[in-house]
Each structure stands twice: as C-alpha cells, then as structure tokens.
C-alpha cells in the first residue's frame, strides 16, 4: 500500500519590536532575513505572528493593538488591511485570518505586508519588522493552491424581444461549448415564463432540448442550469408572460 503523508499547521513567524520599556542585554536578534508568507486563494488563512524584543525576549502586547496590512509590489496599493487578534497578549502572540472572500478578487502574484502597532497609553503608531535591520516590510506570496485557476465567465448576449405580433418566444446568442460540463447563470428582472436550454450539432441543424425546462414565476432572483455533455452550440429559449431576463453567464 502507497501513502503519502500531508500536514495541517499555522503559519507562525517572530516578528521584532523595538522595546524601550527595559534594559536590554543585547542589540541583534538571529533571523537577519525574513521568511515568505504564503496566502494561498480558494481557503482561509491563519497567520500567527510571535512579537519579540532585539533581546528575543517576548513583548506584552496588553494595550495594543496590531493592523495587518497587504501592499502590491510596487507599493502603490492597498490590497488589505484587517485588525489582528490577540492570543496570549502577554506573551506577544496573536493572529491575522485572511479568508477565501479576502482574496476572491486579487490576483495571483508576489506582494508585501506590513504591520503596525497602536498603543492605548500613547498617541504614537510604530511599525513591526520583520528582520533585524528595521526592514518592515516582508514577501507574502498569493497562490492559486488550493482551487483552479479562476476563469472568466462568459457574457450571453440576449436581443431585444419584440412582441408586437403576440410572440412569447425569443432566444439568446449562439455560444459554442467548450468542455463536457458547463454552468449557465441568469439573473431575473419579475420574470414571469420558462426557460430551456437547448444545444445542436452544427449552427444549421435542429435545435434539442438539455435538461428539463425551468418554469418561473415573478422572480428576480439568480439561478443557474448546469449543462452536461460536449454540445458544439448552445442557446437558451425564453418563453416570456412578462417580466425579463437581464443578464447570462456561462463557464
């Protein structure tokens, strides 16, 4: 029997704060360079940071509080920003969560963050390093690990309907099916009506029915139709008592 061995752990990295509040016995602290943090899209995130003094000696954080921030490489962005939580504050521990919605819209890419600390007893901010050497800003990489690669959906087209003879019927733009499983996502405007999906072999062949008709009535929620099977062209059929159809998307 083959098996293979996985693992499940927080990210955890000791980061430094310049402490004024007691003699120190040293000045250098061991981690000159600091590691990548890797953000991985499609999951939540818990990173847990360790603050330290140069002393590595751990800072009570009992009336702070830290701001986790995401920054583009260039540095003319903001990505994110999100207040982190204490774990054990008088021991210098606490964490950031970056979610799966938090990273839904940004793209793939090698970014930085930062983090800064407010004191309740001071008015002043300071800024957390991530090496000896007062660099405080560090590497966070933003990977597309745990799901596919996003892509696109496609926009559907759906031409004006005119009713003026008593026509009920009217269907949307041609779309060529692309794989053996495809999802149709409509929005309604009090739709009132049916709608079918319907595919053909050749752009000149007879239309047939996939799946079963969807009857709605006065909705303007958003649905979706999964399409199984490789079609090479593909529409949708509106039977229309009132209301509309706003808006198709396919993937």
């Given at each position: 029997?083959?098996?293979t ?6 990210q955890?990295?000791?980061v ?16 000159v ?25 751990p800072?009570?954080n009992?009336?702070?509080t830290f ?8 540095g ?14 008088t021991k210098?521990?606490?964490?950031v ?9 940004v793209?793939?890419?090698k970014?930085n ?9 001071s ?5 957390v ?12 990489e933003?990977l597309?690990?745990?799901?596919p ?6 926009t ?5 309907f ?16 692309t ?18 999906v319907?595919?053909a072999?050749?752009?000149?062949e007879?239309?047939?029915n ?8 006065a ?15 593909l529409?949708?059929?509106i039977?229309e008592?009132?209301g509309?159809?706003?808006e198709?998307?396919?993937?």
């Amino acid at each position: 029997m083959f098996t293979t061995q996985v693992y499940l752990y927080k990210q955890k990295h000791q980061v430094v704060l310049r402490d004024t509040t007691q003699a120190l016995t040293s000045m250098r602290y061991n981690p000159v360079y600091a590691k990548n943090l890797k953000l991985h899209k499609g999951t939540d995130n818990v990173l847990v940071f360790t603050f330290v003094n140069q002393d590595q000696k751990p800072v009570n954080n009992s009336t702070a509080t830290f701001t986790f921030r995401l920054i583009n490489r260039e540095g003319n962005d903001l990505i994110l920003a999100k207040t982190m939580t204490a774990i054990d504050a008088t021991k210098g521990t606490a964490s950031v969560t970056v979610t799966e919605q938090d990273l839904d819209a940004v793209d793939i890419q090698k970014a930085n963050y930062s983090i800064e600390r407010s004191l309740s007893t001071s008015d002043l901010n300071d800024a957390v390093f991530v090496d000896d050497h007062l660099g405080g800003r560090g590497v966070v990489e933003i990977l597309d690990s745990i799901m596919p690669e996003h892509t696109e959906s496609q926009t559907v087209t759906i031409p004006d309907f005119l009713d003026s003879e008593g026509e009920t019927t009217h269907y949307s733009s041609e779309w060529q099916g692309t794989n053996d499983l495809q999802t149709l996502q409509y929005k309604l405007n009090a739709f009132t009506g049916n709608i079918q999906v319907e595919g053909a072999t050749s752009n000149d062949e007879l239309w047939y029915n996939l799946g079963s008709e969807v009857s709605l009535s006065a909705s303007s929620s958003t649905g979706y139709i999964n399409i199984s099977g490789y079609h090479p062209y593909l529409r949708l059929r509106i039977e229309e008592t009132s209301g509309s159809v706003s808006e198709l998307k396919v993937r």
